[in-house]
């Protein structure tokens, strides 16, 4: 059985400083990672995807991939209030296929508090 | 912005009865997607659509649960006789490539009592 893993939280941060949020996976071949941001009673909007080791930035947000340790993270700077929610890791099993299925970790909750 | 729209947001049904979940991908979009989220745990794959053909199900998608694209537009899901266990959010997707990241729909909050 293919997991992702994270934990729950809740991870609380002040305004201004970088959370960091972790997830680990546990299928060798996966190729694609994806971060989600998912508000309370919410649908999980996209914030990042990553595909190679290393960093990948985008505004406040830096995705880091080490498939040798097969370890995504997220971080944050500048957080705000407006990021306080759940953070979902997403690991995309091809299973031989282009179909993407996406194998979602249990989330992280992150709390900015001002 | 594209989205993808879903109707109804809340849908109550008894127990054995059947409900449908509807929803329009992205126009553009060639993969579609059901994922459940029952209150308080984890997105679950449900099934993924593709060239008019289911391409990969989960466990969770037995033969209470079936797909169509009835036209260019629409994509369901239906429930034949729901169970207690059915209530959860039910989040369609799609995507214009397998591997793309998705864009969900707001959900279809489903109750069955």
């Known amino acids: 059985q293919k997991e992702v893993e994270q934990n729950s939280g809740p991870l609380s941060v002040p305004e201004g400083a970088i959370a960091s949020l972790n997830c680990t996976y546990s299928d060798r071949v996966s190729q694609s990672f994806f971060w989600y941001r998912q508000y309370s009673g919410k649908s999980p909007e996209l914030i990042m995807s990553i595909y190679s080791n290393g960093d990948k930035e985008d505004g406040r947000f830096t995705a880091q991939l080490n498939k040798a340790s097969q370890y995504v993270s997220l971080l944050i700077r500048d957080s705000q209030p407006s990021d306080s929610a759940t953070y979902l890791c997403?690991?995309?099993?091809?299973?031989?296929?282009?179909?993407?299925?996406?194998?979602f970790g249990q989330g992280t909750i992150l709390t900015v508090h001002p | 912005e594209p989205e993808v729209t879903q109707t109804p947001s809340h849908q109550v049904t008894q127990m054995g009865q059947e409900v449908i979940l509807r929803c329009v991908p992205i126009?553009?979009?060639?993969?579609f997607y059901w994922y459940r989220q029952i209150l308080g745990q984890k997105v679950e794959f449900l099934v993924s659509?593709?060239?008019?053909?289911?391409?990969?199900k989960s466990e969770i998608f037995d033969d209470q649960f079936s797909v169509e694209r009835p036209d260019g537009s629409n994509f369901t899901l239906k429930i034949r006789s729901t169970k207690l266990e059915d209530s959860a959010m039910y989040f369609c997707?799609?995507?214009?490539?397998?591997?793309?990241?998705?864009?969900f729909g707001s959900g279809t909050r489903l109750t069955v009592v």
């Open positions: 997707a799609s995507s214009q490539q397998g591997s793309d990241g998705y864009t």
């Open positions: 126009s553009n979009h060639l993969y």
């Open positions: 997403a690991d995309r099993n091809a299973g031989g296929t282009s179909y993407g299925k996406l194998t």
């Open positions: 659509f593709y060239n008019n053909e289911i391409s990969e």
